[in-house]
């Protein structure tokens, strides 16, 4: 296993095909980092840096590139920050940066997810502050121009989850803070247009995708490892579920576990058998 640095704090936050983007801490502020991997050798790097701090969230592949996204020109605190414009930005194969956006979303914003479409690509994430907080979609053609932004929501807190495709359009995923904490779903058309919302559980969601046709949500439920499969739920204990990864026949869910790392296998065959894997247990079983 390798293991590379190139700052104070080095923080990989999303992958497309073969490009690693994140965060990089120089001792004075936060910038964007782009690295190509091959293997488990990083074979290019880039980073984009400016006014104050960058942060880079997100990406997706392209036929001919990549797109990006993230936050920019904000100030990185413990609470979230301010003055956060929303970023993304196109590269080329060697990731160099041919437009990018800044767009300012309630005085705070920040890209997390962007999905391309065979007419151009959207975005979504998190605005506004701590007391007023909500979520925003963004639909941009494939030469940067923004037609259409929507901002909505005014909760006490928020945590963006994913960007999706579904039956009508596109599903956003997020979780609100209004006394406790649920996971919503935003409906929207293929051109943007809003549809509807649905409460889906009580929770945090940090992650979330499709798989054998069900949605899975999976975070943490009060202090509990959870992950909910269609309308299954699954507790493990004390924990957070941070990813996942999803197979014909399994999901594998990794995160933290009674204070150990941990990955477990969710089977379709096998329903209420749960395995982990710990870096102290070479193999458990739920019962």
Known sequence: ???YSFGVETVPAAMAKDLVVGSVHDGRNYRIMLARVVGEEIIETRFLAGE????GHSAAELDSGYIIGGAVEGVATPDGGEGW???VAR??????????????????????????????????????????????????????????LRDFGHWEDVVFTALLPSENGF?????????????RAFDFGSSGEF???????????????????????????????WV??????ITLGEGTVTSMFATKDCLLVGGELEGNAVIVELSL???????????ESPGRTAR
Do not use: Q
Request: hydrophobic content about 35%.
């Open 1 to 3: 296993m390798r293991t």
């Open 52 to 55: 104050n701090d960058w942060e």
């Open 85 to 87: 414009k929303a970023y």
């Open 91 to 148: 590269l080329d194969k060697s990731l160099n940066v041919l437009w990018e956006r800044k767009i300012d979303v309630r005085e705070n914003g920040a890209v997390y997810s962007v999905l391309p479409t065979e007419e151009g690509l959207f975005i979504a994430g998190e605005t506004g502050r701590s007391g007023g907080k909500g979520f925003f979609l963004g639909r941009l053609s494939l030469e940067g121009e923004l037609l259409l």
């Open 171 to 183: 599903k956003l995923i997020g979780s609100v803070k209004t006394g406790r904490w649920e996971v």
């Open 195 to 225: 549809l509807g919302e649905k409460t889906l559980a009580e929770g945090i969601a940090l992650t979330a995708d499709l798989w054998c046709e069900k949605l899975v949500l999976a975070g943490y439920r009060g202090e509990n490892f």
């Open 228 to 233: 909910r499969v269609g309308k299954r739920n």
């Open 269 to 279: 065959n096998s329903p209420g058998r749960e395995k982990w894997w710990t870096r």
